[in-house]
């Protein structure tokens, strides 16, 4: 599956974004999703990640008061709403597909995902 990831931006801090991350097969609908981020000179790192229902998640445990992860499969599309956004969060942000929903291990693991979309630019000033 192809993956489109969208949305990113330029953004004061405190302010918000939400990223989408598009596929135009029907199939995305069945997949897992994650979503990582990476900043110059740093490793790929966890953001969130969704079961196909979008009735699991999980989350980077620094993240996730301030970050949401949901989908919409009628619309093909997952989505990362990021808000109270701080300059520490300024990376590429990448969404990436699995088949099957695991354990957080799994989930949390950029090597476990065989499908990536290109990523999207978030950058946040003070």
């Known amino acids: 599956v192809q993956l489109q990831a969208y949305g990113g931006g330029l953004v004061q801090a405190g302010g918000f974004l939400r990223l989408s991350c598009a596929a135009s097969?029907?199939?995305?609908?069945?997949?897992?999703v994650g979503w990582f981020r990476q900043a110059p000179g740093k490793d790929r790192e966890f953001v969130a990640a969704?079961?196909?229902?979008?009735?699991?998640?999980y989350y980077a445990d620094s993240l996730k008061v301030r970050f949401t992860i949901s989908r919409n499969n009628a619309k093909n599309t997952v989505y990362l709403q990021m808000n109270t956004l701080k300059p520490e969060d300024t990376a590429l942000y990448y969404c990436?597909?699995?088949?099957?929903?695991?354990?957080?291990?799994?989930?949390?693991?950029?090597?476990?995902?065989?499908?990536w979309g290109q990523g999207t630019q978030v950058t946040v000033s003070s």
């Open positions: 990436a597909a699995r088949d099957v929903f695991q354990h957080m291990g799994i989930m949390g693991n950029h090597g476990s995902y065989s499908n």
């Open positions: 097969d029907r199939t995305f609908s069945s997949y897992a």
């Open positions: 969704i079961n196909w229902s979008g009735s699991s998640t």
